[in-house]
């Protein structure tokens, strides 16, 4: 993102105590508002803010192509497809254009670390919240270090 913000997330990722208080808040605050997994590479903003990691595929790029006709996940009968909602929410919002962003496959190395903090060391996509979509190019960055 910018000098600044990488030398606030090696500050914290240099001390574990304020590293796991960060990570507890960012868990605490995500999973009760968005349901959040800890994947540790957000894309909630190109998602309508609904997070895709709630699918039982981890689908990051659209359905799986099984959805119901009546929009339900081939895998859990019971609930709507994740696709599906956010595509709801996307249209609701005006956040189409924002579908549109290819993600990479999901980095399993950065699964339970703070996604502020990667977003701050530029390790994963920014916070967007225009309703346009906007390339940015990612450096190559080594994921934080184990705790
Ligand atoms: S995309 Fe990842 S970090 Fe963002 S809410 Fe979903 S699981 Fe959490
Ligand atoms: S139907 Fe939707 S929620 Fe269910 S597995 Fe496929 S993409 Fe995921």
Known sequence: MSKFTEKI???TERHPTLYRCVVTGEN???KAIFGCQDCGQCVLSYNAFV???RCPKQMRNGPCGGTRPDGHCEV???RHCIWWLINKRA?????QAKLRKYHVPVDRR?????AWM?????????IDLSRELHEVE???????PKR
């Open 51 to 53: 997070c895709c990691m």
């Open 138 to 144: 990612l450096p190559k960055r080594e994921p934080p």
């Open 118 to 126: 990667n977003m701050f060391a530029g390790r994963i996509l920014p």
């Open 28 to 30: 605490v605050f995500k």
């Open 9 to 11: 997330a090696a500050f």
């Open 76 to 78: 859990y009968p019971n």
């Open 91 to 95: 249209k609701w919002m005006r956040r």
């Open 110 to 114: 950065l699964e339970h670390t703070s």
